[in-house]
């Protein structure tokens, strides 16, 4: 019996009860990158798409990571897309809820709940070369579809450690991003597994109510004060009535985060940062040897550098404890560190982070030619402008391979107003396909690997998630993030293969 392809249409292939369903795009993740992605393709006209999460709502990070005290560590004004400001954030850094309300408002205002899929994860995408189009299997069915968009960001797969024993221990033990609703420790002997972007803000927030708190560093972060507070009623009265105050806001914000991403590529004014950082311990750690565990061995920003007011504070308190070593054994109810100390625990709480450069998701698609990415690349992913993939036509990827700077709402709505050029690009000369040429691609990423091998993240003496497995920067866009911008904001037709001739991209 031939295959059944439904026509275009708004409507997915389960609820047709059809086998396939054809669409013109199929957007992957419903977080901040799907999100724009969704708004993107609809202010294109382009209205015959879906939006694929396994999840059960938009948001992506902000919808799952629910934990005590989170929040973001990039000015609110700068974390939100700069065609939708939010003119009532209601403090400098917003919390974790503030942001996902402002997410929704943005769905609801451009009607994208009607294109999501939820529960629905993709299983694998190939390219047809018969169909011209991408084949996507998902966990609800299969679409054809004429573009490939992949929003799933870099917070969405969980690295979990290989600890002997986790897996028998008898209480709690969950991921910081899949937080049971309404726990908060209470009563309870906790221990944390790291000391990264979450466990900062997760310490703190257990404190108030937990028994106890062990706290298992495997190597300090640097940490820098954050300057936040809750808006006063004039300072939201201003961002509220006067347009230029949040836009000269958004500006200093922007300005800020180009001077510590100067640090990545000018090791000697990370230094100066680093004595920053020292400061921020000697003022806010009391005892003498906490300060030294908490102290890095590294220049600032060959790990990501957090912003907290909180976490030190925390750790002064009686009833915390920092084991500097990371846990390597669970007997029973204890959790046992490298140096031997161990803890008796009723819940473990694994704040590990996520997979950046070597995202699960490549290793999910396959070129035109077959190969799977993330065998073709061999631990070293590649991506044009971290946007475009050789032998991938009409494929995207929002947050890619170096594509990464100061906030994430930047980078993506640069990447989608490329997109958005290359939808006009097509439209324009009647194309079929666009794909990156591979030299072009391999050039860039020669460039970029090159600038980036004198970064502090390559050379700054640490262990980091920023290098690939063959040791180059997989990350960091080359540059400042205004550099992005300006490099994004026009698509570089002449660096593509462009074929074939159709009526519309619509």
Same mark, same amino acid.
């Given at each position: 019996?031939?295959?059944?392809?439904?026509?275009?249409?708004?409507?997915?292939? %389960?609820?047709?009860?059809?086998?396939?369903?054809?669409?013109? =795009?199929?957007?992957?993740?419903?977080?901040?990158?799907?999100?724009?992605?969704?708004?993107?393709?609809?202010?294109?006209?382009?209205?015959?798409?879906?939006?694929?999460?396994?999840?059960? $709502?938009?948001?992506?990070?902000?919808?799952?990571?629910?934990?005590?005290?989170?929040?973001?560590?990039?000015?609110?004004?700068? !974390?939100?897309?700069?065609?939708?400001?939010?003119?009532?954030?209601?403090?400098?850094?917003?919390?974790?809820?503030?942001?996902?309300?402002?997410?929704?408002?943005?769905?609801?205002?451009?009607?994208?709940? #009607?294109?999501? /899929?939820?529960?629905?994860?993709?299983?694998?995408?190939?390219?047809?070369?018969?169909?011209?189009?991408?084949?996507?299997?998902?966990?609800?069915?299969?679409?054809?579809?004429?573009?490939?968009?992949?929003?799933?960001?870099?917070?969405?797969?969980?690295?979990?450690?290989?600890?002997?024993?986790?897996?028998?221990?008898?209480?709690?033990?969950?991921?910081?991003? *899949?937080?049971?609703?309404?726990?908060?420790?209470?009563?309870?002997?906790?221990?944390?597994?790291?000391?990264?972007?979450?466990?900062?803000? +997760?310490?703190?927030?257990?404190?108030?109510?937990?028994?106890?708190?062990?706290?298992?560093?495997?190597?300090?972060?640097?940490?820098?004060?954050?300057?936040?507070?809750?808006?006063?009623?004039?300072?939201?009265?201003?961002?509220?009535?006067?347009? /230029?105050?949040?836009?000269?806001?958004?500006?200093? =914000?922007?300005?800020?985060?180009?001077?510590?991403?100067?640090?990545?590529?000018?090791?000697?004014?990370?230094?100066?940062?680093?004595?920053?950082?020292?400061? @921020?311990? #000697?003022?806010?750690?009391?005892?003498?040897?906490? /300060?030294?565990?908490?102290?890095?061995?590294?220049?600032?920003?060959?790990?990501?550098?957090?912003?907290? @007011?909180?976490?030190?504070?925390?750790?002064?308190?009686?009833?915390?404890?920092?084991?500097?070593?990371?846990?390597?054994?669970?007997?029973? @109810?204890?959790?046992?560190?490298?140096?031997?100390?161990?803890?008796?625990?009723?819940?473990?709480?694994? =704040?590990?982070?996520?997979?950046?450069?070597?995202?699960?998701?490549?290793?999910?698609?396959?070129?035109?030619?077959?190969?799977?990415?993330?065998?073709?690349?061999?631990?070293?992913?590649?991506?044009?402008?971290?946007?475009? +993939?050789?032998?991938?036509? @009409?494929?995207?990827?929002?947050?890619?391979?170096?594509?990464?700077?100061?906030?994430?709402?930047?980078?993506?709505?640069? *990447?989608?107003?490329? +997109?958005?050029?290359?939808?006009?690009?097509?439209?324009?000369?009647?194309?079929?396909? %666009?794909?990156?040429? $591979?030299?072009?691609?391999?050039?860039?990423?020669?460039?970029?690997? #090159?600038?980036?091998?004198?970064?502090?993240?390559?050379?700054?003496?640490?262990?980091?998630?920023?290098?690939?497995?063959?040791?180059?920067?997989?990350?960091?866009?080359?540059?400042?993030?205004?550099?992005? %911008?300006?490099?994004?904001?026009?698509?570089?037709?002449?660096? !593509?293969?462009?074929?074939?001739?159709?009526?519309? %991209? /619509?």
């Amino acid at each position: 019996m031939p295959e059944q392809v439904v026509p275009a249409s708004a409507e997915s292939a %389960v609820d047709r009860g059809a086998e396939v369903c054809e669409v013109d =795009a199929v957007v992957v993740g419903t977080g901040i990158s799907g999100i724009c992605a969704g708004v993107t393709l609809k202010r294109e006209g382009v209205e015959n798409f879906v939006m694929l999460t396994k999840g059960p $709502e938009f948001g992506g990070t902000w919808q799952t990571n629910i934990y005590p005290g989170v929040a973001c560590d990039v000015p609110s004004q700068l !974390y939100s897309f700069g065609f939708e400001p939010n003119k009532e954030w209601s403090r400098v850094y917003s919390e974790g809820a503030e942001i996902q309300e402002y997410l929704l408002e943005i769905v609801a205002k451009h009607g994208l709940r #009607r294109h999501a /899929r939820f529960g629905t994860e993709m299983i694998g995408a190939h390219w047809d070369a018969d169909q011209n189009r991408w084949s996507v299997s998902t966990s609800g069915g299969r679409y054809l579809s004429r573009f490939l968009i992949l929003g799933t960001g870099s917070h969405h797969a969980t690295k979990l450690p290989d600890i002997p024993g986790l897996d028998t221990f008898p209480g709690k033990i969950f991921h910081s991003s *899949q937080w049971p609703a309404g726990y908060d420790g209470a009563g309870e002997r906790v221990a944390v597994l790291g000391t990264g972007a979450s466990s900062i803000q +997760i310490t703190p927030g257990l404190a108030p109510t937990a028994r106890h708190v062990t706290v298992f560093q495997r190597t300090p972060a640097w940490i820098l004060p954050k300057p936040d507070w809750a808006h006063s009623g004039v300072e939201r009265f201003v961002i509220r009535r006067i347009p /230029r105050a949040q836009l000269a806001l958004r500006g200093l =914000a922007w300005l800020i985060g180009e001077v510590f991403l100067a640090s990545v590529f000018f090791p000697r004014f990370a230094k100066f940062l680093s004595l920053l950082g020292r400061l @921020n311990i #000697r003022f806010n750690v009391k005892d003498r040897r906490l /300060r030294k565990a908490l102290t890095p061995d590294y220049i600032m920003g060959c790990k990501r550098a957090l912003v907290s @007011n909180a976490f030190y504070k925390a750790l002064n308190l009686p009833h915390v404890d920092l084991i500097p070593s990371g846990a390597t054994e669970v007997r029973g @109810n204890s959790v046992v560190a490298a140096d031997g100390t161990a803890a008796e625990v009723d819940t473990i709480v694994l =704040a590990t982070g996520f997979y950046f450069v070597d995202s699960p998701d490549y290793a999910l698609i396959a070129d035109k030619n077959g190969l799977i990415l993330a065998d073709r690349w061999k631990g070293h992913p590649r991506a044009y402008l971290g946007t475009a +993939i050789s032998g991938c036509p @009409n494929m995207f990827v929002l947050w890619g391979p170096n594509a990464g700077t100061s906030s994430a709402f930047v980078l993506v709505e640069a *990447q989608c107003r490329y +997109i958005a050029g290359a939808l006009r690009t097509m439209r324009a000369e009647r194309l079929e396909t %666009v794909e990156v040429r $591979e030299d072009i691609e391999t050039a860039w990423k020669d460039d970029t690997d #090159r600038l980036l091998s004198k970064s502090v993240q390559n050379i700054g003496g640490c262990t980091t998630y920023y290098l690939d497995a063959t040791g180059h920067n997989g990350t960091v866009w080359p540059g400042s993030m205004t550099g992005m %911008v300006r490099t994004l904001w026009h698509f570089d037709k002449d660096s !593509y293969h462009r074929e074939g001739a159709v009526q519309s %991209v /619509r």
